[in-house]
């Protein structure tokens, strides 16, 4: 039993040292680690309610009263954005989780029992692929109507799809293996098999693809807030307050500029992470 | 190929029952009675009667069923709630402005994509790659929506290059293309650079190089080739995608395309409209990614094994 959690903890300091010598996975994940601490923060770093405004201040520049100016209704940006921030990864949080459960569960067994559940599964998760990108999550929301819940069952039913093909792609490799004729012959249970053996040996693409979703999600979830089907006013939502900002490009650019930079940064941050992690976990599939 | 194809084409035919099934269901899975829904709030007892005979609401499910997919392969997808026209006229009109939007942010893409991609390749860790590479994750980070907005700010508002919005001449495309294709072209550099950077390495380029072609020939006529099989597929699944995302570029830029005609649907809760666009859609992504592996196969045959 010691040679095996020394095995894991070997391979863990490997993987470590090589995501420690990648400069773009450790810029990512610094990017990453700023957003999550923002977002915890946020009720004791905002130097201004977000949803309270001055209605003679608005759409003001950014000044030394307001770092980064105000909005059309003179609330803080910046207090408004770091809240954003806290939506947000509510939002993927949730979101990622509910594709995770629901996609891993669905590979599991798709992939372990074959035949016609695996059948029924696959055909289950090409219909909803057959929905182009962001349009999946806009039928969803044409279901459920739209709102906060709503745009997290939705980006992660939206998600769902690429879980369940990664595992199922996994387990399809993995059912064949010595160790898992081994388990069945000494006559584990299959629930034994699936979770005690097979779904540890699943852990790397499960890990890079939870870290890769939730910058999918972020684009997803804050485009169906801007579209304004998701978040609605005055929540201070990324995506629904560049909706809102759309009307005053002119006379107020910075309006629109600082809540889309904030989602770019995050998208960024999990991307290059996520790429990192591909990388150091799996090096077979770096080009 | 005539038995992959047909494989291919009965394999699809699950996914466009599910497809349609979804959309079917939208009016029995939302809150309310389904007559009343077609009909509109305000119609009266007669109309909803009248709306619940027709489309055959009183009767079971299945028969419901056929009834709508009988009257959607005959291109009848019943009548807007909004504006009483029959909703396959708005789709007419709103579909062919998204493919035509698509199709202009596909070949953007393509162009600085494929390009962008093999100097990348060339030039391996060069300053060229090292930037392109960068600008392809800004590409792959930045949300459509606010890259339409920024393109609007610069070049419509600051410059007055383009007009900011509304459809109209060629150049009224221009920004919106874009905005759409951006991910896209950023998708396209990284395969485009991998694949050939694959391509590169392998014997007979070394052995055209030996026989002392010019590398100008090695790379564009010898290795290009052969390294854009796998690009074919990123473009037919990219120009699918660009059909949903055309959505955020329709409302930035307030074009009529269906991806707004079925957003606008949801809000004024005209379910024909939303069935409609969501059919559509669904089934033109499919088909597209149909022809994408078609293609695929049709350029390597390896594909054809099983």
Same mark, same amino acid.
């Given at each position: 039993?010691?040679?095996?959690?020394?095995?894991?903890?070997?391979?863990?300091?490997?993987?470590? %040292? %090589?995501?420690?010598?990648?400069?773009?996975?450790?810029?990512?994940?610094?990017?990453?680690?700023?957003?999550?601490?923002?977002?915890?923060?946020?009720?004791?770093?905002?130097?201004?309610?977000?949803?309270?405004?001055?209605?003679?201040? %608005? &759409?003001?520049?950014?000044?030394?009263?307001?770092?980064? $100016?105000?909005?059309?209704?003179?609330?803080?940006?910046?207090?408004?954005?770091?809240?954003?921030?806290?939506?947000?990864?509510?939002?993927?949080?949730?979101?990622?989780?509910?594709?995770?459960?629901? $996609?891993?569960?669905?590979? &599991?067994?798709? $992939?372990?029992?074959?035949?016609?559940?695996?059948?029924?599964?696959?055909?289950?998760?090409?219909?909803?692929?057959? =929905?182009?990108?962001?349009?999946?999550?806009i039928s969803i929301i044409a279901v459920l109507g739209p709102g906060?819940?709503n745009?997290? &069952?939705?980006?992660?039913?939206?998600?769902?799809?690429?879980?369940?093909?990664?595992?199922? $792609?996994?387990?399809?490799?993995?059912?064949?293996?010595?160790?898992?004729?081994?388990?069945?012959?000494?006559?584990?249970?299959?629930?034994?098999?699936? =979770?005690?053996?097979?779904?540890?040996?699943?852990?790397?693409?499960?890990?890079?693809?939870?870290?890769?979703?939730?910058?999918?999600?972020?684009?997803?979830?804050?485009?169906?807030?801007?579209l304004g089907l998701?978040?609605q006013?005055?929540?201070?939502?990324?995506?629904?307050?560049?909706?809102?900002?759309?009307?005053?490009?002119?006379?107020?650019?910075?309006?629109?500029?600082?809540?889309?930079?904030?989602?770019?940064?995050?998208?960024?941050?999990?991307? &290059?992470?996520?790429?990192?992690?591909?990388?150091?976990?799996?090096?077979?599939?770096?080009? | 190929?005539? @038995?992959?194809?047909?494989?291919?084409?009965? /394999?699809?035919? !699950?996914?466009?029952?599910?497809?349609s099934?979804v959309s079917f269901s939208l009016l029995h899975m939302v809150p309310g009675d389904p007559a009343i829904l077609l009909a509109g709030e305000q119609a009266d007892e007669a109309f909803i009667n009248k709306v619940r005979s027709d489309y055959g609401l009183d009767r079971?499910l299945?028969v419901q069923y056929?009834h709508f997919i009988t009257h959607v392969?005959r291109g009848d997808f019943g009548i807007s709630i909004r504006n009483r026209e029959p909703v396959i006229k708005l789709l007419k009109e709103r579909f062919?402005?998204?493919?035509?939007?698509?199709?202009?942010?596909?070949?953007?893409?393509?162009?600085?994509?494929?390009?962008?991609?093999?100097?990348?390749?060339?030039?391996?860790?060069?300053?060229?790659?090292?930037?392109?590479?960068?600008?392809?994750?800004?590409? +792959?980070? /930045?949300?459509?929506?606010?890259?339409?907005?920024?393109?609007?700010?610069?070049?419509?508002?600051?410059? *007055?290059?383009?007009?900011?919005?509304? #459809?109209?001449?060629?150049?009224?495309?221009?920004?919106?293309? +874009?905005?759409?294709?951006?991910?896209?072209?950023?998708?396209?550099? *990284?395969?485009? *650079?991998?694949? /050939?950077?694959?391509?590169?390495?392998?014997?007979? +380029? @070394?052995?055209? *190089?030996?026989?002392?072609? #010019?590398?100008?020939?090695?790379?564009?006529?010898?290795?290009?080739?052969?390294?854009?099989? !796998?690009?074919?597929?990123?473009?037919?699944?990219?120009?699918?995608?660009?059909?949903?995302?055309?959505v955020?570029?329709?409302?930035?830029?307030?074009?009529p395309g269906v991806g707004r005609l079925m957003v606008e649907g949801i809000f004024q809760r005209d379910y024909p409209v939303v069935q409609g666009s969501m059919l559509l859609v669904?089934?033109?992504?499919?088909?597209?990614?149909?022809?994408?592996?078609?293609?695929?196969?049709?350029?390597? !045959?390896?594909? @054809?094994?099983?």
């Amino acid at each position: 039993m010691n040679e095996v959690v020394e095995a894991k903890t070997g391979q863990f300091r490997e993987v470590l %040292r %090589r995501l420690r010598r990648n400069r773009a996975a450790i810029a990512g994940g610094i990017i990453v680690l700023l957003f999550v601490a923002v977002a915890l923060l946020a009720p004791f770093i905002v130097p201004y309610p977000p949803n309270e405004g001055d209605l003679a201040k %608005r &759409l003001s520049p950014p000044s030394r009263e307001h770092l980064l $100016g105000t909005d059309p209704l003179g609330r803080d940006l910046l207090s408004r954005v770091i809240y954003g921030a806290r939506i947000s990864l509510q939002i993927q949080v949730v979101s990622v989780a509910i594709a995770l459960v629901v $996609g891993t569960m669905l590979g &599991l067994l798709g $992939g372990y029992y074959g035949g016609a559940i695996d059948h029924v599964i696959m055909r289950l998760m090409d219909i909803l692929l057959a =929905f182009p990108g962001i349009f999946l999550a806009i039928s969803i929301i044409a279901v459920l109507g739209p709102g906060l819940v709503n745009l997290m &069952l939705a980006a992660g039913i939206y998600s769902v799809p690429q879980f369940a093909r990664i595992v199922r $792609g996994s387990v399809l490799s993995l059912k064949e293996k010595e160790f898992i004729e081994a388990a069945r012959a000494v006559g584990e249970s299959d629930g034994s098999i699936l =979770f005690r053996y097979i779904l540890p040996n699943s852990m790397a693409p499960i890990i890079i693809q939870t870290t890769l979703r939730m910058a999918t999600v972020l684009l997803t979830a804050s485009g169906l807030s801007f579209l304004g089907l998701g978040v609605q006013p005055p929540t201070a939502e990324w995506g629904a307050m560049l909706s809102n900002a759309r009307a005053y490009l002119i006379t107020a650019p910075h309006v629109a500029t600082v809540p889309g930079l904030a989602i770019m940064l995050v998208v960024m941050g999990f991307n &290059l992470f996520g790429d990192g992690l591909r990388d150091s976990l799996d090096p077979r599939l770096k080009d | 190929m005539p @038995r992959y194809i047909l494989k291919r084409i009965l /394999m699809l035919l !699950p996914v466009l029952f599910g497809v349609s099934l979804v959309s079917f269901s939208l009016l029995h899975m939302v809150p309310g009675d389904p007559a009343i829904l077609l009909a509109g709030e305000q119609a009266d007892e007669a109309f909803i009667n009248k709306v619940r005979s027709d489309y055959g609401l009183d009767r079971p499910l299945y028969v419901q069923y056929i009834h709508f997919i009988t009257h959607v392969v005959r291109g009848d997808f019943g009548i807007s709630i909004r504006n009483r026209e029959p909703v396959i006229k708005l789709l007419k009109e709103r579909f062919l402005f998204t493919v035509q939007l698509s199709f202009l942010s596909i070949l953007i893409a393509g162009f600085i994509g494929l390009i962008a991609g093999v100097i990348s390749s060339t030039k391996q860790y060069s300053l060229f790659d090292h930037m392109s590479m960068i600008g392809a994750l800004f590409g +792959i980070s /930045m949300p459509i929506f606010w890259l339409g907005l920024l393109l609007m700010l610069v070049f419509s508002v600051q410059l *007055r290059w383009f007009p900011s919005g509304g #459809k109209g001449t060629f150049l009224h495309l221009i920004l919106p293309a +874009i905005a759409l294709g951006a991910a896209s072209s950023a998708v396209i550099a *990284r395969m485009t *650079r991998a694949s /050939m950077l694959e391509v590169i390495r392998q014997d007979y +380029i @070394r052995t055209a *190089r030996a026989n002392g072609l #010019k590398e100008f020939v090695v790379i564009y006529k010898h290795a290009l080739k052969n390294a854009m099989i !796998p690009v074919i597929t990123v473009f037919g699944l990219e120009f699918g995608y660009m059909l949903g995302g055309a959505v955020l570029t329709e409302t930035v830029f307030s074009l009529p395309g269906v991806g707004r005609l079925m957003v606008e649907g949801i809000f004024q809760r005209d379910y024909p409209v939303v069935q409609g666009s969501m059919l559509l859609v669904a089934t033109t992504f499919v088909l597209v990614n149909l022809l994408t592996d078609i293609a695929y196969a049709f350029f390597d !045959p390896r594909i @054809r094994y099983e």
